[in-house]
């Protein structure tokens, strides 16, 4: 049983690598460097020491991950729960801040808000919950998450929310379970559902674009809230014939397609295609602003081999939009994933008209920006063209980036001219 209240004996004693990792202002340490955690119970709060006994700072232990220690202050902290209400203040308070023309945004971003472990999104009146470590998952842990979410989260006063009822608090609160999370950190297991209420599926918007959210079906948490500020600035540039390649359920089709002239979405995945259609029915006056046949299409295909076909048979775009999954999911994987990026890269940059628009994503954290640049700039010298960089964009600002913590920043999202 994870135990909130450090009694003195609960400390880490870390190695010198590890101490150092700390004193460097990363937040981790890994299992190899911690020297001794004799009898410290899952996802307790523990005091980290460097060898030689000298206090560093509080932490979450985790009795199973490959990251054992994830620190939450550099004072003494005895008691977690009275942080863990400020911190969920603090993080909302923030993005009052950050965000605008949105009622869909992460709420919680684990270690970019001091909570590791803690992901919340909020979703118009729902709010979807992320548990992923041990120390998250204890019962006083998520009492109060659920009450501070409960006290804090007012979607009715939401800017611009057109969609919000007038009560004060979410609807409800969903809690979102990833299996295979539980059972690295060893948690029993556990299904997703409702923490709240009994709402599960809501409509919001974004930059003034409506969305469906169903909280119990489809990936992620619902939706990739990460590109909403990448959504309106490809909007900008977005003109004539546009492909948005894995376009899951529409994020820059919709955005895009009140600027050009035809629109086509491609992915794999039916289920997302449907709910991509059922999204352009909620924003058909928008839409029509734009398309020549009022329509976007949605083709079912692998990219790869849609791209490969359409690259062989010279169809031209003016706009192209590449949104892939994560191809490096670990560092061992960066090789077989910058050939991807580049395959992908390559196949657009031949088939986008001069004037044209490449909106380029890469969500893998392991490709940093350099290398995604790297890549491109061989995918435009091996199709012989020249690129502008107009926009060179990360993840949006709700999804924060620690200056000290790498794996915080993760999304590029690059917007290039084609000159030639
Ligand atoms: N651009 C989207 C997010 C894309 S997520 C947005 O802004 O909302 C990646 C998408 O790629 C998923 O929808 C997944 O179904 C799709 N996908 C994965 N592999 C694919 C492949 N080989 N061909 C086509 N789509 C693929």
Redesign the pocket.
């Known amino acids: 049983m994870a135990s909130h209240k450090a009694p003195l004996s609960s400390s880490v004693k870390l190695s010198p690598r590890g101490a150092a990792r700390l004193k460097s202002g990363h937040v981790w340490v890994y299992r190899s460097d911690i020297l001794s955690a004799d009898g410290i119970p899952p996802g307790a709060l523990v005091t980290v020491t460097d060898p030689r006994g000298k206090p560093l700072g509080t932490a979450l232990y985790s009795s199973s991950s490959q990251i054992a220690i994830r620190l939450v202050s550099h004072e003494p902290v005895s008691d977690f729960l009275p942080l863990l209400r400020q911190r969920i203040a603090d993080a909302i308070a923030y993005r009052e801040i950050v965000v605008r023309d949105s009622n869909a945004y992460r709420l919680i971003f684990s270690e970019a808000d001091g909570l590791p472990g803690l992901i919340v999104d909020r979703y118009n009146d729902i709010v979807s919950v992320q548990i992923l470590t041990q120390a998250m998952d204890a019962n006083p842990v998520r009492e109060t998450v659920i009450c501070q979410i409960k006290d804090l989260v007012n979607p009715a006063a939401s800017v611009s929310a057109t969609v919000g009822p007038a009560s004060i608090g979410p609807a409800s609160i969903v809690e979102r379970v990833d299996p295979r999370v539980r059972e690295l950190e060893t948690l029993p297991p556990r299904a997703s559902g409702l923490l709240y209420g009994n709402k599960s599926a809501t409509i919001f918007q974004m930059n003034g674009v409506q969305f469906h959210y169903d909280a119990l079906e489809g ?2 948490t619902g ?2 809230l990460d ?1 909403r500020e ?2 309106s600035a490809a909007a900008q540039y977005a003109h004539g014939e546009a492909l ?10 919709l955005h895009l397609a009140p600027r050009c002239s035809q629109m086509t979405g ?4 039916r289920p ?1 295609l449907e709910v991509a259609d059922q999204n352009a029915g909620l924003n058909r006056t928008l839409i029509e602003r734009g398309l020549k046949r009022n329509e976007i299409e949605w083709i079912e ?6 791209l490969k076909d359409y690259a062989a048979a010279n169809r031209r775009y003016d706009t192209i ?1 590449l ?3 994560a191809f490096a999911k670990t560092k061992r994987d960066l090789d077989s994933a910058l050939r991807g990026y580049k395959e992908l890269n390559l196949r657009a940059l031949k088939m986008l008209r001069p004037g044209g628009i490449l909106v380029t ?1 890469s ?1 893998s954290y392991h490709v940093d920006q350099a290398s995604f640049l790297g890549m491109l700039s061989e995918a435009a010298l091996d199709a012989r063209r020249i690129l502008r960089l107009v926009e060179v964009r990360g993840q949006a600002k709700d999804h924060p980036i620690l200056l000290n913590v790498p794996e915080t920043a993760y999304l590029k999202c690059i917007i290039a001219h084609v000159t030639n």
Do not use: H
């Open positions: 990936q992620k939706a990739f590109q990448n959504y948005d390649v894995f376009c899951y359920q529409g994020g820059f089709a491609v992915d794999s995945s997302a295909a692998n990219a790869f081999d849609l939009v949104d892939p999954p994503c969500c």
